[in-house]
């Protein structure tokens, strides 16, 4: 009998260097075997060095490219990275809604080289209208400062933080510690039951599209019917392997590797 691979969709902005954003989410569900799909929210001129520049599509083509998959295909989990807009944020907030299938959220709003990937007047629909939807909304601790005001100093803030982002509706949120000093460690919270994940640093630079890959590896999981805390144990694995892989390419940060 044919197999039907789970399928996975991104909605984010495309990384012309092919190391983060929507080609690291693709390359990330090809290896993890699920049929990825993506809708393309902003297109950014980046290589190694950072963002040059970078272009929002309309979102009537946002929403036109989510029905054609939605619609049709079916989706069992959803990503969503870079959204650039508060135009783009409500509109993808709006699809999500009524979608059935869990949904990662990823609310990337800077790059590794403090370019800008979010208008700062999203800030807001991210935090009333997107993340309501999230089964998993993923932030790192400056993403965290950014949406709550909660400033991590240590392992004993990170607590706090969870319940922060938690107020503004996700059913789980994932805090990552990696920009910690020491020992970084990461937390997943749903309110009740608390997973932290504590990973081996890698002396490697060549990190550029980790928060992308992540993201992607826990909706890839959870389409693989994992619950969240073990689709979160999986993706980590994922990713820590990718880092440990990562390679140098162009004068600046290469990318994770997705080809072992
Ligand atoms: N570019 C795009 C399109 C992204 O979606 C992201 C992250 O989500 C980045 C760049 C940032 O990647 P990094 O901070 O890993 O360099």
Redesign the pocket.
Known sequence: MVQIPARVLTI????SGG????Q?DLKTMLALGVHGMSVVA?V?A?NSLG?QG?WELPAEAVAAQFRSVVDDIGVQAVKT??LASPVLVETVAGLLAPLRAPVVV?P?S????G?P?LAEEALDAVRTKLLPTATVVTPNLFEVRQLTGVEVRGPQDMRAAAEAVLAYGPSWVLVKGGHLEGEAADLLFDGTREHWFRSERYDNRH??????TL?SAIASHLALGRDVPRAVAAAKDYVTGAIRQGFPLGAG?GPVDHGW
């Open positions: 984010a902005g495309s990384d190391g983060a954003g929507i690291a902003a950014t980046q963002v970078y990275g870079m990823d990337v800077v790059s590794k080289h370019d990937l990190t550029h599209g980790t928060g992308c993201a940060i």
